[in-house]
């Protein structure tokens, strides 16, 4: 009885198992549903604990379950975007580009599936891993700039005695460097707060507001307006009006803004005893980019000879620059934001952690274009079989040439499209957890400022492997369209072939 069921109606042949027919049964729905919960379950954890929780295989394998998902939804939604395009294909007058469409829609779900699968596997893995790699560069760049504040910091001991006249001549005429801001730095200052006399120290910087607003800007370390430190109105009409006690504009950290207030304050330092008034406010400034600081103009101040030298140049020529320095003056540092950021770079934890990512990114890369090659090699017999078949019906060597070429491609384009959709997607949902300070910083505690170095994607590992891919499947599509049209069709029709 099951048998006549079955067979009550006729069939000249078995049910088509291509992507365009296909509906995914119980047992793979239900798969399906199983890891979306585990890939939940893991990101919520990453981002509720963080990626420090040491044995965690929930947390950890949250980039791979975040792949998978997006795999098993480019895998069901496949066949949509290629009946689009098949549809304004299909009114065209050429056959070449509605063949290549309906060859990829009517492939069959494993010969699809597993290469897709394994295909944005392969690609979330390597953008997962350049984008915490770069993460931890940028975080490196960073510290290195905070660090120095420029690309060369040119000072005596303690940033406390004033610079000889010479030096910031010597340091102009090195290779490389493009600019020299003078500024003179006192860490001693105090407020003067109300009651009983009472002082709380800050930092105070005497700067010349044009060269040190374009340093700022040029580092991206606090940029503001020149003119915010510039005396406007009576009470600085010009340099001596401010020498004589006129209040001066500053621009002050958040924290000391807040004590401050709005109205002026008397502020007493060994440059001399000044009043000020909060102009503007910033969180980071490059002559103190890890301490509360308030900017002044460095006129207004009665002892305004420079303690420190901000040199910048994509290009310093170190052993010239410390050789200038050397010879303008005794007891002078030179620090380089190069040798910080390389210094950063030496603990051997954070150096094999390191290698670890590069080599999850190259070997996702690399399994990317292995997934890509054994799919295309699959379906090699079977496209030459076809191309055989076509011939006889009239195709051109040309157009047969074309089809071979744009075979492969609709499969590439949507894995390397789906591909970077899930590697960002990966990147955004698990951001949140995973702090890359320890990676990126763990030899520069107590060296410079807490930035923070969070996950953030990057566009060239999202980019590169993409496009990768792509242009492989077109590189072996036309060498096999190349091959192809060497051989005669009688030896690819031979009688008795399986393909």
Do not use: C
Request: cysteine-free; glycine content about 12%.
């Amino acid at each position: 009885m099951r048998a006549v069921v079955a067979h009550r109606r006729p069939r000249a042949h078995a049910e088509r198992d291509d992507l365009a027919h296909a509906r995914p049964g119980r047992r793979r729905t239900v798969a399906e549903l199983t890891v979306l919960v585990l890939a939940v379950g893991s990101v919520v954890a990453l981002r509720r604990r963080g990626a420090s929780s040491a044995g965690d295989l929930l947390v950890s394998a949250a980039p791979v379950l975040v792949g998978l998902i997006a795999a098993l939804v480019l895998v069901r939604l496949y066949p949509l975007p290629l009946r689009w395009a098949a549809r304004p294909a299909a009114r065209g007058r050429g056959v070449v580009g509605f063949l290549s469409l309906a060859r990829a829609g009517r492939s069959s779900t494993v010969g699809v599936a597993l290469p897709l699968l394994a295909l944005l596997l392969a690609l979330t893995t390597a953008a997962f891993g350049g984008s915490v790699l770069a993460g931890v560069s940028d975080a490196r760049d960073r510290a290195a700039l905070l660090a120095t504040g420029a690309d060369a910091r040119i000072a005596g001991p303690g940033e406390v005695t004033p610079l000889p006249a010479g030096v910031a001549g010597a340091v102009r005429k090195v290779a490389g460097v493009r600019a020299v801001t003078a500024v003179r730095i006192e860490r001693t200052a105090e407020l003067t707060s109300g009651g009983a006399g009472a002082k709380e120290g800050l930092t105070l910087i005497g700067v010349e507001p044009a060269s040190y607003a374009r340093l700022a800007r040029q580092t991206g370390l606090g940029a503001f307006p020149a003119d915010v430190l510039k005396p406007k109105g009576a009470e600085g009409a010009g340099t001596g009006g401010v020498r004589t006690g006129g209040v001066l504009n500053a621009v002050a950290s958040p924290g000391l803004a807040e004590r401050l207030g709005r109205a002026p304050r008397r502020i007493t330092s060994l440059a001399g005893d000044i009043t000020v008034r909060i102009a503007a406010v910033r969180s980071r400034t490059p002559a103190a980019p890890g301490a509360d600081f308030l900017l002044v103009d460095a006129a207004g101040l009665t002892h305004s000879d420079p303690t420190t030298l901000l040199a910048t140049g994509a290009a310093l020529d170190a052993p010239a620059l410390r050789t200038a320095v050397r010879g303008a003056g005794k007891g002078l540092t030179v620090t380089l934001r190069g040798e910080e950021r390389a210094a950063l770079s030496d603990a051997p934890l954070q150096a094999g952690a390191e290698r670890i990512y590069t080599t999850a990114a190259l070997a996702g890369a690399g399994y990317a274009v292995l997934a890509l090659l054994l799919s295309l090699l699959r379906s090699a017999p079977e496209r030459a079989a076809l191309l055989a078949r076509l011939r006889t019906m009239g195709l051109t060597p040309r157009q047969g040439r074309r089809l071979l070429s744009l075979d492969a491609l609709p499969q590439a384009l949507l894995a390397a499209s789906g591909g970077m959709l899930a590697g960002w997607a990966t990147v955004r949902l698990l951001a949140p957890g995973i702090d890359l300070e320890r990676l990126a910083l763990a030899t520069a505690a107590g060296r410079v400022p807490v930035i923070g170095a969070s996950l953030r994607t990057d566009v060239w590992s999202l980019l590169l492997p993409a496009a990768g891919t792509v242009l492989l499947a077109w590189a072996v599509a036309v060498a096999q369209a190349w091959w192809a049209g060497r051989r005669t069709s009688i030896t690819e029709l031979r009688t008795g072939g399986m393909r």
